[in-house]
């Protein structure tokens, strides 16, 4: 007998039901006597002893389903050991409700804070392991987390829409992706979509060489430009800034998002027409592309297989197109962002694609 609990953490993403699908099928086909639950509204629901018994048939027909059928939220990393105003100790609530449900293991899925989570439950005695979830790629540890994918489909269709009108009007034209603060979506959706400029927080840019790649482009005779900008694109000017500097500026700043910083810096040099799209939370939307349905569903099975074999502590991850556990200790507070020396960056490069760098 054993008594599984499924929690979701952290911003949604389009395959989390196909990989909680993966973990549940697999252990009822491999045990009769196994009990799943689902944790409500991710770490909320551990610490408010919020969840539900979950049958069989609640893990049919969600494979393609967007969201998560069991709810989450974000419950910051930083918080968890703050006691809060009505004295709630969290992390001593977690623990009771995990003894109270009598459950074997957690299996969680998440991003990077709730990685960081996972990993404080493991390390306060916690049975759990994990998957790699979220649109922006950057979990240490795994070459592709699940979202990535069926994200980077969604923001290059709104590159590809953009191009269409930007042939008709010649304008600059900005699209921001999502992303945090790894470029991954907007490196892989700007190259899909063939923009002309792509701004990524790894590569500070000057807003000269974006200017100049612009008008270079104009000089050509091409009637457009499309930058792909990313969420957490920078400056090299507030690049150098000291963090806490740069946090305070990022508030200050009189505009919604960098890039409406940076169309009006192009807009002032070059006197060209700017238009500014963002797509937003549409890139977490809809259904899972069939990439992200076959690595949630490798993923989830690796997971149940972990909880089967009781090897826990664990985060099922998909290195060289092998699943593969990864301590979580290791995964833990680390980030995987792009590596501006990359072959990618260089490929993109010698095409002709602006970096601003
Ligand atoms: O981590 C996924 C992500 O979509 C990031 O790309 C983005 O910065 C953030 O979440 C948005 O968070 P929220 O949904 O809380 O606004």
Known sequence: MKRIALLTSGGDCQSLNATMRGVAKTLYQSMDNVEIYGILDGYKGLIYGNYKKMKPSDFSGILTQGGTIIGTSRQPFKLMKVIDDSGLDKVKAMKANYKKMKLDCLVIMGG????????????????????????????????????????????????????????????????????????????????AAGADIILL??????????????????????????????????????????????????????????????????????????????????????????????????LGVAAANLVLKEQYGFMAALQNNEIIPVPLEEVAGKLKTVNPEASIIKEAKALGICFGD
């Open 201 to 298: 927080p790894e590569i500070p840019y000057d807003i000269d060489k974006v200017v100049s790649a612009i008008q270079s482009r104009i000089e050509q005779g091409k009637r457009f430009s499309i930058l792909a900008v990313a969420e957490g694109a920078i400056s090299k000017e507030d690049a150098a800034l000291p963090k806490k500097q740069y946090k305070k500026k990022l508030k200050e700043m009189p505009y919604p998002s960098i890039s409406y910083k940076v169309g009006k810096e192009i807009e002032e040099k070059t006197g060209q027409e700017i238009r500014i799209t963002v797509p937003g939370h549409t890139q977490r939307g809809g259904e899972p592309c069939p990439y992200d349905r076959v690595i949630s569903t490798r």
């Open 112 to 191: 990077n804070g709730t990685h960081k989570t996972a990993n404080l439950l493991r390390e306060e005695g916690l049975n759990v392991v994990t998957c790699p979830k979220t649109i922006d790629n950057d979990i240490w540890g795994t070459d592709m987390t699940f979202g990535f994918q069926s994200a980077v489909d969604i923001a290059t269709n709104a590159i590809d829409c953009i191009h269409t009108t930007a042939a008709s009007h010649g304008r600059v034209f900005i699209v921001e992706v999502m992303g945090h603060k790894a470029g991954w979506m907007t490196l892989h959706a700007g190259i």
